[in-house]
């Protein structure tokens, strides 16, 4: 039995929907019609005479994974019936992988460097979508809608390594990243949860599994709930027993939907409709060939080649789409300048107008036209951000644009003086005040400076200039 140090003890088991056309074992589309049990057969239905036949692609992306959580990876590929009594499996069970698990023993590092087991990855199908009318505690009936029946997953189980919920939605984070490198999974409409083991040191580390949380705030905000609950529960001498609770997002709250089972509850048998499938030295050299650059190889490259700062280049590495469009740009602009515009401006107004950066035109051609005007003092940092917000509305020739508006750095030190003599003779009183020993006076007149020029003058030679002028 492992000995934990930590007072809260955290395991998450992941099972994220893998991007293929259709399901894990027969030929219905995971989408499209969205009437319900419409995209269903024989056999996602589990009819009687009907035979599973293994989707490739889906073996192909699993194994994937596998390689980038550094898996051991299995010789064979193994399924088994998981028995249970529940309307989302028509067929009364589950095909998924017990005895011999697709990958086993890997690990996955979060931001701050602490590595999490991986147990094991393995492939099964997702059960049907119930649909609680009333709620899931109040509803006297239940709808199903077997369309998600037999889709195809990958479940990611963590040995019970997490210290916090914070831990718990950061190694999410990490996860998505590399489904998101490995275009194994759909960001945008791939089902990704999460069921997670909570436990304290209080209780002597009695397991609470929460079932089905999705999304990564609500990971952090079940798990903050849990833990919470269990404390009050030893406050009050209350004894916290092995159980499978559920969690209710709108009112913030787990309760109890089960004595939790034991893996002997399931009767795990070898299901004998799926014969086993070898998995050759061959076709996982084809599949390494194939597999990106992932995001903590292009922060180790990010540091090492282009010199910028690791949290920089981390929170760049950690969408795919910025970290290309970044070593691109860093092909033609100062890589220290360049990621300082894609991690804080381009972030900042992609989030201030809730867009990803997939949703909007703007490309590496645009950055690079935009910061060589900054790099070579042709336009402002100011100039430039009001462009960038521009640019995600709609792209457009940012050269012809900076002179169509007349928007070109004000950098002839005649005219900036004339600027200057102007904003000092308008605000007698701020430099009173600041020949008086008030620093922030000057502020005031480098902003009126600013304000003569449309924001085309650089503040650190504005500043430069009024203090000589002034002295």
């Not at 690079?368 to 100039?383: A, H, P, Q, R, S």
């Not at 050269?399 to 004000?410: G, T």
């Amino acid at each position: 039995m492992k000995r934990f140090t930590s007072d809260i003890v955290i395991g998450l088991e992941i099972h994220a929907e893998l991007d293929t056309k259709t399901k894990l074992f027969c030929s219905c589309p995971t989408k499209g019609n969205e009437e319900p049990n419409s995209r269903t057969c024989v056999t996602c239905l589990g009819m009687p005479g009907s035979k599973p036949v293994l989707n490739k692609k889906a073996v192909e992306f699993a194994l994937k994974l596998c390689l980038a959580l550094n898996c051991e990876v299995s010789p064979e590929l193994v399924f088994s019936r998981k028995s249970y009594f529940y309307p989302d499996m028509a067929k009364n069970y589950q095909i998924s992988q017990y005895e011999m698990p697709l990958g086993k023993n890997g690990s996955l590092r979060l931001r701050d460097s602490k590595e999490i087991d991986i147990t094991r990855v393995h492939m099964e199908e997702d059960p049907a979508s119930l649909v609680h009318p009333a709620g899931l505690k109040e509803s006297a009936y239940v709808l199903v809608d077997y369309n998600r029946s037999g889709n195809q997953l990958v479940e990611i189980v963590t040995e019970p390594d997490l210290a916090s919920p914070d831990e718990a939605r950061d190694f999410m984070k990490q996860l998505i990243t590399v489904l998101n490198y490995l275009e194994i999974f759909d960001i945008n409409e791939g089902i990704i949860k999460a069921d997670a083991n909570v436990s304290i040191r209080e209780s002597d580390y009695a397991r609470v599994e929460i079932k089905n949380i999705t999304g990564f705030k609500e990971i952090e905000r079940a798990l903050m709930y849990e833990v919470s609950r269990q404390q009050d529960e030893i406050r009050h001498h209350k004894k916290i027993e092995q159980e499978t609770r559920a969690w209710d997002s709108e009112k913030g709250v787990t309760f109890t939907l089960r004595k939790k089972e034991t893996e002997e509850d399931y009767g795990y048998i070898i299901d004998t409709d799926l014969t086993a499938v070898e998995i050759t030295g061959k076709l996982v050299r084809e599949i390494k060939n194939e597999m990106p650059e992932l995001a903590q190889d292009k922060v180790r490259k990010f540091v090492e080649k282009h010199r910028i700062k690791k949290e920089d280049a981390e929170i760049i590495a950690a969408e795919k789409e910025l970290a290309e469009m970044f070593e691109k740009v860093a092909e033609e602009i100062n890589p220290i300048l360049a990621a300082k515009w894609l991690r804080r401006e381009l972030v900042r107004v992609l989030n201030y107008n809730k867009k990803e950066l997939h949703e909007v035109k703007i490309d590496e051609k645009h950055m690079i036209d935009l910061l060589k005007l900054v790099e070579n003092k042709k336009i402002t940092d100011n100039v430039a951000s009001k462009i960038l917000e521009k640019l995600i509305e709609k792209p457009f020739d940012i050269k012809e644009y900076v002179k169509k508006e007349r928007l070109e750095a004000v950098s002839d030190v005649s005219e900036l003086e004339k600027y200057c003599r102007e904003a000092i003779e308008e605000n007698p009183k701020a430099v009173e005040d600041y020949k008086k020993g008030e620093k922030k006076a000057l502020n005031f007149i480098v902003g009126s400076v600013m304000k003569k020029t449309r924001g085309k003058a650089t503040p650190k030679e504005v500043n430069e200039i009024i203090l000589r002028l002034i002295k």
